[in-house]
């Protein structure tokens, strides 16, 4: 991944969790990494976890950020919310897989920030 890239990703993630947080969510965990995959936001709204896949892009040429969120990734973030799940010994828990789609302008700005809620309902 380039520079360029990861810094994108952690502007998404940044203003993703700031508007998450204005929400009423509770950011639990950043990046959280396992052997299934990655989540970008492990967060608890209203007594249920809500996993959170950021999705961050500087033009919807190539299609909307939410439209990126292919098969076999919505997969890898079904199974690693239960193996974050499981680590807790909460796999009975509420819970669901939310998104964040954020369209940015050439300089920055924000143009659409989206939290889409069940974003992520199966492979």
Not at 13 to 36: H, K, Q, T, W
């Amino acid at each position: 991944m380039t520079l360029e890239r990861r810094r994108l990703g952690q502007l998404g993630e940044r203003l993703a969790a700031d508007r998450l947080a204005s929400l009423g969510y509770e950011i639990i965990e950043r990046n959280y990494r396992c052997p299934a995959g990655e989540i970008d936001l492990v967060t608890r709204r209203d007594g249920r976890w809500v996993f959170v896949e950021v999705r961050t892009r500087r033009s919807t040429r190539f299609g909307t950020p939410e439209e990126s969120v292919t098969r076999r990734k919505r997969a890898h973030l079904i199974a690693s919310a239960q193996y974050y799940l499981q680590a807790q010994d909460a796999l009975a828990a509420d819970w669901r897989i939310d998104a964040v789609a954020i369209v940015l302008a050439p300089a920055g700005r924000v143009l659409r920030l989206d939290v889409i809620e069940n974003a992520v309902t199966g492979p």
